[in-house]
């Protein structure tokens, strides 16, 4: 499938850069990119095109600016996500952004690797919403994803009987903490620390990606990664690993805080989960997680966590033991379990 993207932005020579950069990509049909140098511009390219996917927008143009076009877009299209790309990479510019319905926010100058791991994970949220819209005028059930535009299509009927459709799942759920980056937080300028989460962030996200995982949510220094399928546990387990050994590694690339050493300490569960939307149907704010006292233990085992250790119940261990070098920790007690656990560390 190819990801159609529009990029918004009024400097002449990143049309030109983008070309460049991705042109393998454009040459294989991955990528079709067009362009329009303001929001005005946009909505007009939007008009024409209304199957694009991602819109990459600029927040400092003429005639009308990237924050402004946040809100039409909300109108344009329920499908449609946006990652601001911006050289006002400011604390108040991201918040606001983020509250408008960015779906992302990248910092100018553009580090187009960082740029096309975003573009992956912004189309993998974007084919799910496809996903959903087809399943909701066929099936007339909300499998995935629900906001004010989509209900629009349907009846309020409709949408609070879907509501209670939810399915149960085997799946394998990993939380992958970034060790010790609340203390950055409290001397470091907001600019920097955003910046230097979403790098943590990328980086585990690449190989989350890579084994077939998705991300359910980000919750504050930690990711909320599922993986469905087959294997699920095995190839969780193998992010986990890809994910540890890659943090490890930018340890020495790290300027902007140089005594900060970055680790992950990750906690990893399978079995049986509910998924479905959870929220509040008022608001019509849901997210499509899954619950359940899997989720809660995979948490809680991160939770136990040291820096660099990947915990796993001696259920999982089980299923695994003959692909994994693993550590016995013993019995460990865990928050609202009325019995220890039997828990191993991952090794390799």
Known sequence: MTAKILVVDDEEDLELLIKQKFRRQIRENIYEFSFAHNGVE??????ENPDIDIVLSDINMPQMDGLTLLVKLNDVSPIIKTVIVSAYG???NIRTAMNRGAFDFLCKPVDFKDLEVTIQKTMQYVKQLRETLRAVKENDILRMYVDETVINFMSRQEFENSLLVNETIEATVAFLDVCSFTTITEHTPANTVVRLINRLFDAMVKEIIAQGGYIDKFIGDAVMAVFRGDYHLDRAIDAA???????ETLQENIPEAPDYTPQVAIGINSGEMVSGNIGSVSLKRLDYTVIGD?????QRLQSAAKPGQILITSQAYEQVKESFRCKHIGEVK????????VIYEVIE
Do not use: C, G, H, T
Request: net charge positive.
């Open 42 to 47: 946009a909505l007009q390219k939007l008009e």
């Open 90 to 92: 400011d604390m108040q």
């Open 294 to 298: 899997v989720v809660n233990v995979a």
């Open 241 to 247: 690993l890809a994910a540890r050994s890659k943090i």
């Open 334 to 341: 865990l928050k609202n379990k009325a019995q220890p656990m």
